[in-house]
């Protein structure tokens, strides 16, 4: 098989199901962000440090720039354009804006992303739990703090609502 | 002092959520790299091997007949054209022509039909080199007979002060002790997650638009004006959100901005450049090292009697910031502390590596680790109490109406420095804790005080224009234009609320623009924390000017005298009757259809920028670079592990930050504990860029280290408040200066745990392991005599 040959990629987008052709070299990234045009998965390091390409795959954060496009065939993504619904803001987004955890914004899609994927997992997540959960997601200016409060606060409301 | 009188106000001085949050939160939020244009190619630049190199000869056939290549350019195609900081330092080209002076300098650039084929054009670009010998650290640049950087600048010296305040060896003669000691601040990243990127297209021949990560975007017009022989009327500079900037690259222009001009010129379409991390950690600007030595002289009680710095600098390849940087180190020495006499030698140096420029802190944070490391030496040398030394020298508040005058003519109008030491001090119950054991098994722990101080409303004699429009629609919204740009620091929200709280109007009413220089009045951006105090001061007045022109009509509508009119929640009323109103909606809407023709635009500037204080002068260091001033201090406990060296923050730690008066309590808060203690932190225990020859060898976010969430305490910040008559609502800046006050109270920290001084940042487990090795060994040795 030669690099460019190119080859079908069936997978579904924030509900949306999608049927592409990519190189088998594409990464998932590349095809939400230049294919799909939704840019608010950001590229920040291209080499899984930073994590603000952070999207869930089946319910698992991961980063969309270590990760190739064909990899997501037959599976579920959610990037950060399907987090809300319709124009209610999820728990974890509520929870950053009233909170005030939001400064520059570039890591902010990455750390909804890791903390979405943590509540679906771990409704009840302890301080470290969330630590761990964004710890590969770099901000340079919030100092974490108040994202660790937000993730505190949307998990509560969460249990709360139900 | 400390009177609140957020009460009297309906949206600042409260909590208030960003303006963009929303946009943010839900990925909304453009930013340079996210932009398209229809029919777009792809640039990439072609970098320089090596770090100092004539280039002999640049061969683009190959690359130009690869197909999908649209356009390649080299240095030559911008006719000479040179460009810096200010106009005697014009020494950088956009693409180097004859001599690179850093590795991996821009050479030549490619636009393509996409970013593969540029980047392989780009490795059919042949240059051929003739490496030269370089220099890679200032004392190597010093060195008589020297390689030069530029050929036309003798000693390889960038930028030197020589300052003198009082007389400092006549001072030095009478104390009872003077020290000298010296501190060394490293390299470090910007730290923005965001690469710069730049999408240029000229929609007619002579008529440029640029959307680039650009926290100074009037930076860019006017250079882009010059070097495209374009009026500046049809220089279009429209900014996208930003990823951060601190200061440097953000402020000014990359190869990368150059190329995706010309080549979108050449090529007759639209060019996107967007930076890999590798090339910003490779190529951005970075903060400078220093190497600070700084001589105080104190008296027995220890009061300063005297202060002599020297540093030596790494300017990096060109002067870019550099005049600015060490201008700063020196000039808010006088603060916080009461300072007789000062002398301030400084000297940059140019070097084979990336340059370097503005960091938050700007030149400020290089003196504060000195001189407050330098402190808590003093005050064990003397037996004072470090808290105690520090309060017996600071600049005690002003009384309302009064003016403190620095030695080097700074005027201080408020001053919370004692307030928030005393404040700190009582929060971690240092009087009970300095008494307690510090190691406990194979920790040992310990806290650390610092202040800071930090210029707000930058002042300084060029381009420092600033104003808002305030454009108010006939159903009542309204649309704030600034000139001033928002990297993430929140400014944005600030104008806003400054524009509805004049205009009595709800936050959501205001929209506002973000910079685009075909409509919004010329502004010179985000640094120096001049933004909230001097395009918040515009703000109000270009609202003033909107309320003047609706109460007028307010008046003779409800028949009262023009000052009786109040606009409050909504409403127009009169003073002495509320009954006597009219809705903010309607009064808007009748005095829009009242006359034909009729608009209600508001429009001020800030008059403080360049009115209020005489102008400071670089090569004297006498005057204000600052509208106000705002001071901070902190206490931070550090637990280190004896064992390892591995220093750990913990969440034991206050800032206290007296910003004048809070506008918005969330955002001084968020910027706080991120902008300054996180900053701190990664300053004081990780950040450095490690070199070779001018090669970064760590330019990457795994190798860079930088500090994690779990590596994030949760400081406490408290507000003190001062209500500065010289910022709006009273406010000065908030956060730059409490980022220098972090790293010196972390070491200070350190030292109290250990005993161990760590005097070159960052303070790495190695670092400390082998200055806890050292002591030891010493100490054992004084066992055995
Ligand atoms: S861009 Fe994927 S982790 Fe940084």
Redesign the interface.
């Known amino acids: 098989m030669k690099d460019d040959d190119l080859k079908e990629l069936r997978f579904s987008v924030n509900g949306r199901p999608y049927e592409l052709k990519v190189k088998p070299k594409t990464l998932l990234l590349d095809v939400l ?1 230049k294919e799909l ?11 899984s ?2 994590g ?1 390409c952070t999207v869930n795959l089946d319910g698992m954060a991961v980063r969309a720039c270590s990760v190739l496009a064909l990899q997501a065939n037959g599976r579920e993504v959610v ?3 399907g ?2 619904d319709g124009e209610k ?1 999820h728990p974890i ?1 509520e929870a ?3 909170h ?10 990455g750390m ?1 992303m890791s903390a979405r994927a943590l509540l679906l997992e771990n409704p009840k997540p302890t301080r ?1 739990d ?3 959960a ?15 409060e937000a993730i505190e606060i949307a998990a509560e409301k969460i249990q709360g609502g139900e | 002092m400390g009177k609140e009188h957020a009460g009297e106000y309906s949206i600042i001085g409260k909590p208030i959520p960003r303006v963009d949050a929303k946009l943010k939160v839900t990925g909304q939020a453009k930013y340079a790299a996210d932009i398209e244009v229809a029919n777009m190619l792809w640039g990439c630049v072609k970098r320089s091997p090596h770090a100092h190199a004539r280039i002999l000869n640049i061969d683009t056939s190959k690359a130009e007949r690869l197909p999908g290549v649209k356009a390649v350019i080299t240095g030559k195609d911008f006719n000479g054209f040179t460009w810096g900081w200010s106009q005697p330092t014009r020494d950088e080209e956009p693409l180097a022509v004859k001599k690179v002076r850093y590795l991996y300098e821009g050479v030549a650039a490619v636009a393509a039909v996409d970013e593969d084929t540029a980047q392989e054009a780009c490795d059919l670009i042949e240059v051929e080199y003739e490496p030269l010998p370089g220099v890679f650290t200032p004392f190597e640049a010093m060195k008589e007979g020297a390689p030069l950087v530029h050929e036309n600048r003798p000693g390889n010296i960038t930028v030197e002060y020589h300052w003198n305040f009082g007389d400092v060896e006549k001072a030095f003669a009478g104390s009872y002790l003077v020290r000298e000691d010296t501190f060394q601040t490293p390299r470090m990243a910007k730290g923005y997650i965001e690469p710069p990127a730049t999408v240029a297209y000229w929609p007619e021949t002579d008529r440029l638009v640029f959307q680039g990560a650009k926290g100074s975007p009037y930076f860019p017009y006017r250079i882009l004006s010059r070097c495209f022989n374009l009026p500046l009327s049809n220089v279009r500079i429209i900014t996208p959100f930003i990823g951060c900037d601190f200061g440097g690259t953000k402020n000014d222009m990359t190869n990368g901005d150059f190329s995706a001009v010309m080549l979108a010129k050449k090529a007759g379409r639209p060019v996107k450049i967007v930076a890999s991390q590798f090339d910003a950690l490779t190529t951005d600007l970075r903060r400078h090292p220093m190497w600070v030595t700084i001589r105080t002289g104190v008296t027995k009680d220890g009061k300063i009697t005297a202060i002599h710095t020297k540093i030596v600098s790494d300017g990096g390849a060109y002067t870019r910031m550099s005049p600015l940087t060490h201008f700063l180190t020196g000039i808010c020495m006088g603060m916080p502390y009461h300072l007789p006499n000062f002398k301030h030698d400084v000297t940059c140096y140019f070097t084979n590596n990336p340059s370097s420029a503005a960091m938050r802190g700007h030149g400020i944070y290089h003196t504060t680790f000195a001189r407050e490391c330098q402190m808590d030496m003093i005050a064990d040398e003397l037996g004072i109490d470090r808290v105690e030394i520090r309060h017996r020298n600071i600049i005690k508040n002003p009384e309302p109406g009064t003016i403190y005058e620095t030695i080097n003519g700074a005027h201080i109008a408020t001053a919370g420095t004692e307030e928030c030491l005393t404040k700190v001090a009582e929060a971690v119950k240092w009087e009970e804790r300095k008494k307690k054991e510090r190691v406990k098994g194979s920790k040992a722990y310990g806290m650390g005080f610092a202040t800071g101080t930090y210029l707000s409303g930058t002042q300084l004699s060029a381009h420092n224009a600033c104003a808002g429009i305030v454009r108010v629609c006939e159903d009542g919204s309204v649309n704030y234009l600034t000139g001033a740009t928002d990297v993430g620091m929140g400014s944005d929200t600030i104008g806003c609320a400054l524009v509805a709280e004049v205009l009595g109007i709800a936050l959501d009413d205001v929209d506002i623009k973000r910079v685009d220089t075909a409509f919004t009045p010329a502004d010179p951006g985000s640094y120096g924390s001049r933004v909230t105090v001097l395009a918040g001061e515009a703000a109000i007045n270009a609202a003033e000017d909107a309320k003047r022109q609706l109460r007028e009509f307010a008046a003779k509508k409800l028949g009262a005298m023009e000052d009786e009119i109040v606009f409050k929640n909504r409403q127009v009323f009169v003073k002495s009757n509320h009954a006597r109103s009219i809705s903010w909606e309607r009064l808007v809407r009748m005095a829009c259809y009242d006359a034909p023709g009729r608009v209600i635009i508001g429009r001020g500037h800030s008059k403080r920028a360049t009115d209020l204080h005489t102008l400071a002068d670089f090569s004297t260091g006498k005057g204000d670079i600052g509208t106000n001033y705002s001071f901070t201090a902190q206490a931070a406990e550090v637990e280190v592990d004896v064992e390892t060296g591995v220093v750990r923050c913990t969440d034991n730690s206050v800032i206290a930050h007296d910003c004048g008066f809070p506008l918005n309590t969330q955002a001084v808060e968020t910027q706080v504990l991120g902008g300054s203690y996180h900053q701190g932190v990664a300053a004081a225990l990780y950040e450095e860029f490690k070199m070779d020859k001018g090669l970064t060898l760590n330019p990457n976010f795994v190798d860079y280290k930088r500090p994690r969430a779990y590596e994030a305490p949760m400081t406490e910040v408290l507000h003190v408040i001062t209500n500065d008559p010289f910022g709006p609502f009273g406010a000065k800046e908030a956060s730059e200066g409490s980022t220098c006050s972090a790293p010196p109270a972390i070491i200070n920290a350190i030292h109290d745990a250990t005993g161990v001084w760590i005097k070159d940042l960052p303070a790495e487990p190695e670092k400390v392991y082998w200055a806890l090795k050292e002591k030891r060994e010493k100490e054992q040795k004084k066992e055995k005599q």
Request: proline share 0%; aromatic share 6%.
């Open positions: 962000r045009k939704l840019t608010g998965t950001r590229t920040g390091c291209e080499v440090a930073c603000a990037t950060i354009e987090v809300a803001l987004q950053m804006v009233a005030g955890a939001i400064e520059c914004g570039f890591c902010t899609s909804v470290e969330i630590r761990k964004i710890q590969g997601n770099l901000c340079a200016d919030s100092g974490y703090a108040k994202y660790i």
